[in-house]
């Protein structure tokens, strides 16, 4: 994908995940073949990360629409969005696949709960300036501000 800004394999490496300079869509595509097996399309501006959960069940894409979504990646459908007050950066799975953090500029980090029904957001920092902008998972503790 020409202006790729961040990639993610599945757990199996059989598919690649993209997250465009200049759309507002992620892209899922077959690695052996190249071929798109289908859009992360519900975005309404850039989408800055994309993330697949160790478990293999879930997308993840961050926007400067300052939502998340997550979404079922056997089929690319939206299952729901996480919402900010500010453009999300980033987004990290815990190894577990239950949880994801998420970085926004709108100065906070959140630690969601995921499940088939949905996100909870259980664990949100204070704001902070600057804003973190990322998050990401070390072993079982969280790191935020990259």
């Keep these: 994908m020409p202006g790729a800004l ?3 394999f599945s757990p199996d490496g059989k598919r690649l995940a993209f997250a465009g300079l200049d759309t507002d ?3 899922v595509v077959d ?3 190249g071929k798109e097996i289908f859009s992360l399309e519900d975005h ?3 989408v800055q990360d994309v993330d697949w959960s160790p478990d293999g069940r879930w997308i993840a894409t961050s926007s400067f629409d300052a939502t998340v979504g997550i979404w079922d990646a056997r089929t690319g459908d939206l299952r729901f969005s996480l919402f900010h007050d500010g453009p999300v950066g980033d987004a990290d799975w815990s190894s577990d696949s239950g949880r994801l953090v998420t970085g926004s500029s709108d100065g906070r980090d959140t630690v969601w709960e995921i499940t088939r029904a ?3 957001g259980f664990s949100r920092s204070p ?3 600057p804003a973190p902008g ?3 998972w070390l072993s079982r503790r969280m790191a935020t501000g990259c």
Excluded: I, L
């Design 127 to 129: 704001p902070r300036t």
């Design 25 to 27: 869509a992620g892209v």
């Design 31 to 33: 690695v052996q073949s």
């Design 44 to 46: 309404e501006d850039h």
């Design 118 to 120: 949905g996100g909870k």
């Design 134 to 136: 990322c998050a990401a």
């Design 6 to 8: 961040r990639t993610a």
